[in-house]
């Protein structure tokens, strides 16, 4: 019999044994999704692009993008509460819609991870060729700096869960010095521009055939990949104290800290710029780091990249993390080829063949690099894959929830009557937000760029769902799930009313 008072009989009812070692608090967990959501990498990744297709007006964007986002972040906390274990999503739709579907999920989602570790790290190699490089960086280069990203990253990782915490922290600090501090001095004493330019556009509708709701929709695609990231924490629940009141606490508070911090240093910087017309035109490359710089003056050119440059380093960090996390828990269950390897928990108690695995992987995502500037086209492949997954997610919720298959009330966090019209208004915003940012945009796609890039990214996860498909057709992994890790035949909530 399992003390199901304790965290370890809890996971045994979900028919896993204590591997991870719970040392997370509840701080660590949110340092994790703050890091992974990561303000700087979010903002300064779409604010360039944002400008370009909707000018200073491309805030709203991200109002919208963050309002939507929430109503997706309620619905993850809420089934985190219920099922605190390491595997998130995959976990989550394998109970509730099926081994099958669980699968796709994981599936998609592993890849989508992936890409983001190597939009990440391509995005924050800029940063370190402008700390101690010169000149232009080339193709090449770039990519190169962004395997030293990757490296380090993992380096990191294989210390331990200790380190990974001092290291976040330090993230923590950076993003705070970088995004708050400065973005509140701008506000105070850097104003160039009234509040009545967040409602122009300064022309920037020409990129976008002269058509200002299309440059809006593309910027509010852009914009999604701000909101990425607070899902990282539901992916050391088997690592955290208290995981049902801890996990979905730090996810939401996560998540709204740092989308406010993004809300912050995008007004600041738009209302900061001497010159927007710049930024519209594309003339100006990086709207903060100019923002900034002039506000503060030259000396800050260094200090600045410096702080951006940690953030980002903490953001691949975290995300490798939890990468290392997803993998586990889907080798855990034989879901993957040569999972008894992919399953190994070394002796610092982290599952270090997933997180080399992965980071090799996401290397390997960096040779899209070598076709000119590939930020627009990563962000979007990124973006895609993890709007496909919160659109799934949250379609399972609701049809469990309606079905009784799930009964939200069970868990910690609990949204009550609110939950289900939260849950509905989530699935509304995810159809359109991933149908906006599957939409083929030839402005998003590296200049001179070939069709293949223009639909990078309907026909990338096109070949994911079909080999996905293909892959449970032919292996049947759902079959191969450990006896003890399939979970009992749902009993719809109207039964175990009567019932009791």
Request: glycine letters at 10%; proline letters at 4%; hydrophobic letters at 55%.
């Amino acid at each position: 019999m399992h003390d199901t008072h304790t965290d370890a009989g809890e996971l045994a009812e979900y028919g896993y044994r204590q591997e991870l070692k719970r040392t997370l608090s509840a701080w660590a967990v949110f340092a994790i999704g703050f890091a992974t959501i990561s303000p700087v990498v979010g903002v300064y990744a779409v604010v360039q692009l944002g400008f370009v297709f909707a000018g200073p007006a491309w805030i709203w964007a991200v109002v919208v993008a963050f309002l939507g986002q929430l109503l997706v972040a309620l619905v993850y906390a809420e089934l985190s509460s219920q099922f605190p274990v390491t595997g998130g999503v995959y976990q989550w739709v394998r109970r509730l819609g099926g081994p099958r579907l669980g699968w796709l999920v994981g599936w998609i989602y592993l890849a989508s991870a992936v890409a983001s570790l190597t939009t990440v790290a391509y995005l924050g190699a800029a940063w370190l060729h402008m700390l101690f490089g010169e000149g232009t960086l080339s193709s090449t280069t770039h990519v190169l700096l962004g395997v030293v990203f990757v490296a380090v990253a993992l380096g990191i990782n294989l210390l331990g869960v200790n380190p990974v915490k001092h290291f976040l922290n330090a993230g923590i600090i950076a993003e705070g010095v970088a995004s708050i501090a400065v973005s509140v001095f701008l506000l105070l004493f850097v104003h160039n521009n009234g509040f009545g330019i967040l409602f122009e556009t300064l022309g920037a509708e020409s990129a976008s055939g002269g058509s200002a709701l299309a440059g809006f929709l593309t910027a509010l695609a852009v914009a999604g990949w701000a909101f990425l990231g607070f899902d990282a924490t539901t992916q050391v629940a088997e690592e955290t104290e208290q995981p049902r009141r801890n996990v979905p606490r730090a996810l939401l508070r996560a998540y709204l800290f740092v989308a406010l911090t993004v809300l912050l240093t995008g007004l600041a910087v738009t209302l900061a710029l001497r010159n927007p017309e710049d930024a519209v035109s594309g003339a100006l490359a990086d709207p903060v780091f100019t923002a900034v710089t002039e506000g503060l003056g030259g000396w800050s050119e260094k200090p600045f990249i410096l702080l951006v440059l940690i953030a980002f380093i903490a953001c691949a960090i975290s995300i490798q993390t939890y990468i290392g996390r997803a993998v586990f828990s889907f080798a855990r269950d034989r879901q993957l080829p040569f999972s008894a390897k992919l399953a190994t928990v070394g002796p610092r108690q982290i599952p270090y063949v997933s997180l080399i695995a992965t980071a090799v992987l996401a290397c390997l995502g960096l040779l899209l690099g070598l076709n000119g500037n590939a930020a627009a086209t990563l962000i979007a492949f990124g973006s895609g894959g993890f709007y496909f997954i919160f659109l799934t997610v949250a379609v399972v919720a609701l049809v469990a929830r309606l079905t009784g298959r799930w009964n939200p009330a069970a868990g910690q966090l609990r949204l009550g009557r609110a939950g289900l019209a939260i849950n509905v208004l989530a699935v509304v915003w995810l159809l359109f937000e991933a149908v906006n940012i599957a939409w083929p945009r030839v402005e998003l796609a590296p200049a001179g760029g070939s069709w293949v890039q223009v639909w990078a990214v309907i026909l990338v996860f096109s070949v994911l769902l079909v080999a996905g498909l293909v892959y449970i057709l032919i292996a049947k992994p759902h079959t191969k799930l450990p006896a003890a890790a399939i979970p009992p035949p749902a009993t719809p909530t109207s039964e175990k009313v009567k019932a009791s």
